[in-house]
């Protein structure tokens, strides 16, 4: 007696036999989604990559928050503008590493133009890494003010400088060309060996109509014309 494999329910698995189903993996929630934890279909040095951009977020948070305290309990040394202002700037670039890091988790670095996803991320770090200075500058003459401010500019610095190492990784490069959202639309593209139909210029005689270079048929009861002579009237 011959003994058959199990088949796969049907009811169990709308799909093909033999097939995966198309369903996505699950996300995991809010921090894993945003790569401050692992995600399962993200390499490592992808989630790395996120992390960096997150430690340089809350850092700038941080500045932000201790320069409101400055404000309000020394206005005496620069006035509240200094300290505002610099809340405001290191709230600003703090929001552009999340939106760095969001076109990242969204796979939307194509939206930007570039074909390669590096050069757009590079450009992004560069310019958050660049205000990442702003916190050695200024804020000397309060102690408590300045060490925090130094402090939490290296953690910027280093939060940048690790996000560059992971973006010329050859395993992040790979993963982001692999997500046709990070890569410009090509646009529809003809197939291969056709031309794109084009009208007749105003010089040029129109295309005859389907079947006008055909002799006609003969009529009932004539015989068709011999090859060489024109048709009977």
Known sequence: ??????QPDPNHNPGAAGQAPHNPPPSGGFLTEWGIKPHPVRPQKVTLLLQSLWVYAAASALIALFALIAAASLPYYFGTGYFTSAAIISLIFGAGALT????????????????????????????IGFFALYGFFGGWNVGWYSTFGVLLGMAR???????????????????LRSRPGNLPNPGPQQPYGTQPHQAPGPNQPPLPPHGAGQQPGAAPGQQPPAPGQPPQQ
Do not use: C
């Open 100 to 127: 760095v890091a969001w076109f990242i988790v969204k796979e939307k670095l194509g939206l930007l133009g570039s074909n390669d996803p590096r050069i757009t991320l590079s450009i992004g770090l560069g310019i």
């Open 1 to 6: 007696m011959t003994n058959f494999p199990p």
């Open 157 to 175: 610095l280093g939060a940048v400088g690790l996000a560059f190492a992971m973006v010329f990784q050859p395993e992040t490069l790979h993963w």
